[in-house]
């Protein structure tokens, strides 16, 4: 199995301000994602983090407001730019790790003030 | 494009009993997995079960089942001897591989067990 975690666990931001979340698995891992999950919904995937090239971004998510990082196989970045009341959501990064199996963090609650 | 869909939003079922949670996808992929997650009030999402559409064979994880029914698109959860611990959002997903890409979520049902 692969285990995920991600920083912070929970955050109250301000308006405008641009927020950069952690994730770190403990091995490994050919295939890193992020989500996002607003209240009371479910998960929709924001892009695939590729190592050593730009991130692969899903219709209706762009670079200039999630900029992705991953320097290697083990890390990456979600940022959130320029934030406003509707970005307050749950952040989730997941991997791929052994036997194909997917695994998810704990997620990264943000409330946009 | 692939949609999932869980028509019940909410179940509840007591202690030491079987629920079914239902869940129907639509796509035009001949070769596909299906997924059930479970997300408990930590929000750790954990995987509970996985399916390969090639297979004829339906899932079993223990108290954990599946009902397969590729040619109507259907793929319920059975959770069989309800335990506390069982109560969470329960979410169906579909993908076209096996690698994390193009997951597809359902909207998730809220399930409760009861003491």
């Known amino acids: 199995s692969a285990v995920i975690s991600q920083k912070p666990s929970r955050d109250i931001c301000q308006r405008g301000t641009s927020l950069t979340i952690q994730c770190q698995v403990d091995s490994q891992v050919t295939m890193m994602f992020w989500y996002r999950q607003q209240p009371g919904q479910s998960l929709t995937l924001i892009a695939t983090?590729?190592?050593?090239?730009?991130?692969?971004?899903e219709s209706g998510f762009v670079i200039d407001k999630f900029p992705i990082s991953r320097p290697n196989l083990t890390f990456s970045t979600l940022t959130v730019s320029n934030m406003s009341p509707e970005d307050s959501s749950i952040y989730l990064c997941?991997?791929?790790?052994?036997?194909?199996?997917?695994?998810f963090g704990e997620g990264s609650w943000l409330t946009v003030v | 494009a692939q949609t999932v869909t869980q028509s019940q939003p909410e179940m509840s079922v007591q202690e030491a009993e079987t629920v079914t949670l239902s869940c129907t996808y639509d796509?035009?992929?001949?070769?596909?997995?299906l997924f059930w997650y479970k997300q408990p009030p930590s929000r750790q999402m954990i995987l509970v079960i996985r399916?390969?559409?090639?297979?004829?064979q339906n899932a079993t994880e223990n108290r954990f089942s599946v009902n397969f029914q590729k040619a109507a698109k259907s793929f319920s959860l059975k959770i069989s001897d309800s335990q506390l611990g069982d109560t969470a959002m329960y979410f169906c997903?579909?993908?076209?591989?096996?690698?994390?890409?193009?997951?597809?979520f359902g909207p998730g049902t809220r399930l409760s067990v009861l003491p």
């Open positions: 997903a579909f993908s076209r591989d096996n690698y994390g890409q193009n997951f597809v």
């Open positions: 983090a590729n190592q050593g090239s730009e991130a692969t971004y």
């Open positions: 796509t035009s992929e001949s070769n596909y997995y």
């Open positions: 997941s991997a791929q790790g052994s036997g194909n199996t997917i695994y």
């Open positions: 399916q390969e559409a090639y297979k004829q």
